[in-house]
């Protein structure tokens, strides 16, 4: 890449001393695969820099507040931020995160996947490339649907049914008081037709399609598809719930997959999935995406080589063994039409088109406050009383919306 790094070489000088190592932070990952990465983009560098691979904490508050005090700090040994997909706003807001532009910006989007771009923008301005993206499926037991449910009213009535049998009818979903929760809510005021905030970001924007998702919510919270410990129930504890039998549907990451393979195959036999459930028959559904944005950090010492090198980091060949091997959906379009991606991915056609209709949770600065309203005030699912729930919601954004600095 010796054109882009003399196309950035404006935004910064690098040491002549010797090959610089370029500090790259980003989730602890058990596959081994971001490591190659880091080893591979150095080497494709012919000695120009060194990647180092450093592990943030595993939860993404741990991260967050780590990469928030060496920024807020001005810690100039972070050169590559791994940043969840709600950060972008709200560091590039601070000012700590570099914009890229130009012929950096050019290939980040080029056959970059859209709503995956939309996480890295900030008031019309890309400050990250999308690493990798998630986005939920529903997962179901074909020996008890042949059939799978189209609308959240269908999946609760077939739930309804399977209790009345005394066959395993719970729906497994994330309803603990986390961002999980929020992502729950998201997902169904988006598939709705509504938004939790208005497109300028200035106001919340929830309404009816909002009053609609949290009754789906209370009435799923009220009926027999709710697993008994809803209230504290995360991804892995659905997604154990579902290996163990007492399960029918399972709303949830694709992570589940090589489990339930490895865990139960007996089940397994059966274990189908289908997209994520719609609000309404003929609207879309539009399920939350996840992942991971590489953002350059404004403080960074070689901010033309990490520029370079995050675009390494997350180019074809990296991103398909991120997929295979750590199990993380690409954000290229193409590698959706690989062999070797969809051998591995049985579920690839779902998941793109998941991706291609999908939402985002709100992009704002003060995003940890808005999420913190939602799952508050959903918590828990069978307390939300949809008109004044959102009523409540909407008062807290608003106050949050309206706050100064950065959230702590």
Request: glycine fraction near 8%; charge should be negative.
């Given at each position: 890449?010796?054109?882009?790094?003399?196309?950035?070489?404006?935004?910064?000088?690098?040491?002549?001393?010797?090959?610089?190592?370029?500090?790259?932070?980003?989730?602890?990952?058990?596959?081994?695969?971001?490591?190659?990465?880091?080893?591979?983009?150095?080497?494709?560098s012919g000695g120009r820099y060194r990647i180092s691979y450093n592990k943030l904490p595993r939860a993404a508050d741990g991260q967050r507040e780590q990469l928030v005090r060496r920024l807020a700090a001005e810690d100039s040994s972070l050169d590559i931020l791994g940043?969840?997909?709600?950060?972008?706003?709200?560091?590039?807001?601070?000012?700590?995160?570099?914009?890229?532009t130009g012929e950096a910006k050019a290939r980040a989007?080029?056959?970059?996947?859209?709503?995956?771009?939309?996480?890295?923008?900030w008031k019309g301005r890309l400050y990250a490339v999308p690493y990798n993206t998630n986005t939920q499926l529903l997962w179901y037991r074909k020996d008890l649907v042949p059939t799978p449910p189209r609308t959240w009213s269908e999946m609760l009535d077939m739930s309804r049914e399977l209790a009345r049998e005394r066959r395993p009818h719970y729906v497994e979903i994330?309803?603990?008081?986390?961002?999980?929760?929020?992502?729950?809510?998201?997902?169904?005021?988006?598939?709705?037709?509504?938004?939790?905030?208005?497109?300028?970001?200035?106001?919340?924007?929830?309404?009816?399609?909002?009053?609609?998702?949290?009754?789906?919510?209370?009435?799923?919270?009220?009926?027999?598809?709710?697993?008994p410990s809803l209230p504290n129930q995360m991804e892995d504890q659905n997604r154990l719930a579902m290996e163990a039998g007492t399960a029918a549907?399972?709303?949830?990451?694709?992570?589940?997959?090589?489990?339930?393979?490895?865990?139960?195959?007996?089940?397994?036999e059966d274990f189908r999935w289908a997209p994520y459930p719609r609000v309404d028959a003929d609207r879309p559904s539009r399920?939350?995406?996840?992942?991971?944005?590489?953002?350059?950090?404004?403080?960074?010492?070689?901010?033309?080589?990490?520029?370079?090198?995050?675009?390494?980091?997350?180019?074809?060949?990296?991103?398909?063994?991120a997929a295979i091997e750590g199990g993380l959906p690409p954000t290229l379009r193409g590698l959706y039409d690989e062999p070797e991606f969809v051998r591995d991915?049985?579920?690839?056609?779902?998941?793109l088109a998941a991706l291609e209709s999908a939402s985002v949770r709100p992009l704002t600065p003060a995003y940890q406050?808005?999420?913190?309203?939602?799952?508050?005030?959903?918590?828990?699912p069978s307390a939300i009383r949809p008109e004044s729930s959102v009523d409540t919601i909407e008062e807290q954004i608003d106050q949050a919306l309206r706050s100064e600095g950065v959230i702590p």
């Open positions: 890449m010796p054109l882009l790094a003399s196309v950035l070489a404006g935004c910064g000088s690098d040491d002549t001393s010797g090959p610089p190592t370029l500090n790259w932070y980003n989730f602890p990952d058990d596959s081994g695969a971001l490591q190659k990465a880091a080893d591979s983009c150095g080497r494709a940043l969840d997909v709600t950060w972008a706003a709200e560091f590039a807001e601070a000012r700590w995160i570099r914009e890229w989007t080029a056959g970059t996947l859209r709503v995956p771009l939309r996480t890295a923008t994330q309803g603990a008081q986390y961002e999980g929760l929020t992502v729950w809510f998201n997902s169904l005021v988006n598939s709705a037709g509504g938004s939790i905030l208005n497109s300028a970001a200035t106001a919340p924007s929830l309404g009816p399609p909002a009053v609609r998702a949290a009754g789906i919510m209370r009435e799923l919270a009220d009926s027999p598809a709710a697993d549907f399972e709303i949830n990451y694709p992570f589940v997959h090589p489990s339930m393979k490895a865990n139960n195959p007996r089940l397994f399920p939350t995406i996840g992942g991971i944005d590489l953002a350059v950090s404004a403080y960074s010492r070689h901010p033309g080589l990490a520029f370079e090198a995050a675009l390494c980091l997350r180019n074809r060949e990296n991103q398909l063994a991915y049985p579920f690839a056609k779902e998941v406050n808005v999420s913190i309203a939602v799952s508050h005030t959903l918590s828990p």
